[in-house]
């Protein structure tokens, strides 16, 4: 069983930046795999990145490929999320989720636990 915990969100001008963070409950965190979704108003949950257990391997949405950077202390049980260059559309309720079984992915239905979820809300 894992608990996840997002913190970090908050309200930032277009261009500004935001590090969110995802603490996790478990021993074996380090055996995760870790992702970022969001979900706009109206809109569905969908992918932003993902990190392998051991941290060296990544992968990005498009849409956010060259500004935000998916990383992981396993140490601390926690994974974070540095956002750069935010726009607007870049507004949402940002979740961590947790995968047990190995592979990155970016289907929400491959993915075993969820954090309850932090707003971002970039002004233009």
């Known amino acids: 069983q894992v608990q996840l915990v997002e913190s970090g969100g908050g309200l930032v001008q277009a261009g500004g930046s935001l590090r969110l963070s995802c603490a996790a409950s478990g021993r074996t965190f380090r055996s995760y795999y870790m992702g970022w979704f969001r979900q706009a108003p109206g809109k569905e949950r969908e992918f932003v990145a993902a990190?392998?257990?051991?941290?060296?391997?990544?992968y990005y949405a498009d849409s956010v490929k060259g500004r935000f950077t998916i990383s992981r202390d396993n140490a601390k049980n926690t994974v974070y999320l540095q956002m750069n260059s935010l726009k607007p559309e870049d507004t949402a309720v940002y979740y961590c989720?947790?995968?047990?079984?190995?592979?990155?992915?970016?289907?929400?239905?491959?993915?075993?636990?969820w954090g309850q979820g932090t707003q971002v809300t970039v002004s233009s």
């Open positions: 990190i392998r257990w051991s941290g060296d391997n990544t």
């Open positions: 989720a947790a995968r047990f079984a190995p592979g990155l992915s970016r289907a929400r239905g491959e993915y075993d636990y």
